[in-house]
């Protein structure tokens, strides 16, 4: 484990009736994916702040195999990205691999994800070929991509597929940044010199339930978009823009009236739902406002994004 050519960065949150079945595929495909291309490797599991016995099994684990496994427990629940950080200051490997810890991304494909890494790309993320997930979530996780494409300009087909590849140097370049709040896959974009993408399988949650609901979904896409882009605020802009010319033509119109054909009575409906989506449109600024600010509080706090409370690791 001195210097792995390979590191895989598995996030693991109440994971524990699916852990053994993960241990019972991960490692025998490392250890094949080892012989095969004369390579070393490493993984390195990060409990995030687990409510159940998940951190006990992966005590387990690095007890039966500590030549290859690191494990990273965190004194609270810090979010999976997070996780995924810490994962990167702890490895060692010149190629890394993120991977959920649900199995619906086989551990079998680490192998694709490597030879394309061995191609001279520095980044490569995955598309899933049928996803296993029902239509609304499918339908909305392609509308928040199409969307935040558009914002962003960050190029990623299958934003919530975590099984990726990075190089060492994108990977330090990641460790670089102390912000407070990031999307991992979307950073390494920006830093990568060669991305590319492949098509890999999807099974179902092999236990356990998702820990994405459709607010965390929507929560995310809102942070990737404010995160990497000023986009929001100049669209607003504009639209503020267009509105307040359009408000004056009005109130021309309507003092043109006023003159040449007399006061109205009627239209007293209409002034009040044109009033209600001013103060709509009024109060979804305050809130896109908000929430550049609240980016910039939460990184002035200058508090420690994750707590780590143990690291198990084989000492050389």
Known sequence: MTNPQISVVIPVYNEEAGLASLFARLYPALDQL?????????????????????AAILREQWERRPDVTRVVLFAANAGQHMAIMAGFEHAKGEIMITLDADLQNPPEEIGALVAKMQEGYDYVGTIRRKRQDNFFRTWASKAMN??????????????????????????????????????????????ARRPTEIVVEHEERSAGESKYSLYSLIRLNFDLMTGFSLVPLQWFSMLGILISLGSAGLFVMLI?????????????????????????????????????????????????????????????
Do not use: W
């Open 146 to 191: 199409r969307l935040r494409e558009r914002i962003t300009r960050i190029k990623i087909t299958d934003q919530g597929n975590m099984l990726r590849a990075y190089s060492r140097n994108v990977v330090d370049a990641i460790n670089s940044c102390k912000e407070v709040s990031t999307f991992i896959p979307a950073l390494a974009y920006t830093f």
């Open 34 to 54: 080892a012989i095969s291309q004369e390579t070393s490797y490493e993984i390195v599991f990060v409990n995030d702040g687990s409510r159940d016995r998940s």
């Open 256 to 316: 043109l009236r006023r003159i040449f054909v007399g006061p109205e009575a009627e239209g007293l409906f209409t002034l009040f739902a044109l009033a209600f989506f001013m103060i709509g449109l009024a109060l979804f600024g305050i809130g896109l406002l908000g929430e550049y600010v609240g980016r910039i509080y939460q990184q002035v706090r200058h508090r420690p994004r994750y707590l780590v409370e143990a690291v198990l690791e084989r000492k050389e």
